[in-house]
């Protein structure tokens, strides 16, 4: 089979996935639905193994991920960092719970290599499952590589409805809080614009008319991830941990304009690429193995949400936030961007009696929710994953 036709059923599947996802508002996930379906192709033999190699996106993939993590890395802008603090220490707090509970319980009931597999999955999104499936292949524990995937795809099954549960309750507190109309706790809709891409761009050191190219900005991004893979064969240090670190000093040095992948109009393609390299992870794996490994990657999502959980009410009550403003922004991690900002609109909508509730909620809501998310997904998960795959 010609590999366009290979690529169109892989982008197919995908698409089908944004389908459903969208229609659902993200209640149907859609890497669940492109890992559920691929499965099941691979299984029947309906797609042949080989023909996911052959489609060259694999290889694609592989050559993006550390330029898409160099991009993960000028997506929070410093300023909203520091205006949300509270949102980043308390997600910070429910990742360290978490891992915690995994590392010490995982490892009691089944093995340290199972708590591995499902620890930087559960605390991050797509990279952070690259990172830790790489790692095991690598390190040879093929027998748990069913782990991670089945983690990954099924997480969001648990973190969206119970964050959407505790957000509408306190949704319910700010609409019946008559006070709060005129109060303002600097966590209001101008902090969640520029985490959306909106907010003004700071002056850079090259000069904007060579950044409007889009391929000058591809090269940019891609000397990030040369370099960082370079300085992961030198040092040993993952090189996922370089490209985030040089994505973030390079946005701070002001050398990457902000959400820089974005700029360059690659990211679609980027993300279809990225999605493959997950998909291609699948080869090998057996029915008899994903169905072997539910046991374990139940008791993962269950110890690993309950540290999540407990580090929202602890980081809440240091903060002096209501568990159930704190909760949903640990449990971001469980799914990120776009479900963070999907939810709260449906909340803000659902709970807002008035155009003006609806925006006082929103206002209240968006920029902590999507900043536990970047937090967590953007940059504690790679950070979780790449730290602990190199314990192996």
């Known amino acids: 089979m010609q590999p366009i036709y290979i690529v169109l059923i892989l982008i197919a599947i995908i698409a089908l996935g944004e389908v459903l996802s969208l229609s659902s508002r993200a209640k149907i996930p859609t890497l669940l639905v492109v890992v559920a379906v691929t499965f099941l192709l691979l299984q029947t033999g309906i797609l042949p193994e080989s023909y996911i190699e052959a489609s060259t996106l694999v290889a694609v993939g592989g050559v993006l991920v550390p330029v898409l993590i160099v991009h993960l890395g000028t997506m929070i802008p410093l300023s909203v960092i520091k205006s949300q603090y509270k949102a980043v220490i308390i997600t910070l707090i429910g990742l360290v719970i978490s891992v ?9 009931l089944f093995d340290y290599s199972t708590a591995v597999a499902g620890a930087g999955p559960l605390t991050g999104g797509i990279i952070a499952y690259i990172v830790t499936a790489e790692g095991l292949k ?45 109060s303002s706790n600097g966590e209001g809709d101008s902090d969640g614009s520029a985490l959306l891409g909106t907010n003004s761009q700071k002056k850079l050191l090259i000069p904007e008319k060579f950044l409007s190219s889009n391929f000058i900005l591809l090269f940019m991004l891609f000397i990030g991830g040369a370099l960082a893979t370079w300085l992961g064969e030198v040092t040993g240090i993952n090189y996922s941990l370089w490209s985030l670190a040089i994505g973030v000093a390079g946005a701070a040095l002001r050398i990457y304009p902000d959400r820089a992948l974005d700029r360059s109009n690659s990211s679609g393609f980027a993300m279809v690429a990225l999605i493959v390299v997950v998909v291609s992870s699948l080869v090998g794996i057996t029915f008899e193995q994903v169905v072997a490994s539910l046991v374990a990657v139940i008791t993962i999502i269950l110890i690993g949400t309950t540290g999540l959980v407990l580090g929202g009410i602890i980081g809440g009550k240091i903060f002096k936030w209501k568990s159930t403003k704190a909760i949903p922004v640990v449990l971001t991690a469980m799914y990120g961007f776009p479900g963070d900002y999907l939810i709260v609109e449906e909340v803000s909508r659902s709970v807002g009696r008035t155009k003006e509730e609806e925006k006082r909620i929103m206002d209240e809501l968006v920029a902590p929710m999507l900043i536990g998310g970047f937090t967590s997904v953007t940059v504690g998960s790679i950070v979780i994953a790449s730290v602990l795959i190199s314990t192996l």
């Open 100 to 108: 915690a509970l995994m590392l010490s319980l995982i490892t009691l």
């Open 138 to 182: 690598e390190a040879g524990f093929t027998a748990i590589a069913a782990i991670p995937v089945v983690v990954f795809a099924l997480q969001n099954l648990v973190g969206m409805p119970l964050t959407s549960t505790l957000l509408s309750k306190y949704a319910v507190s700010i609409r019946d809080d008559l006070s709060s109309r005129d």
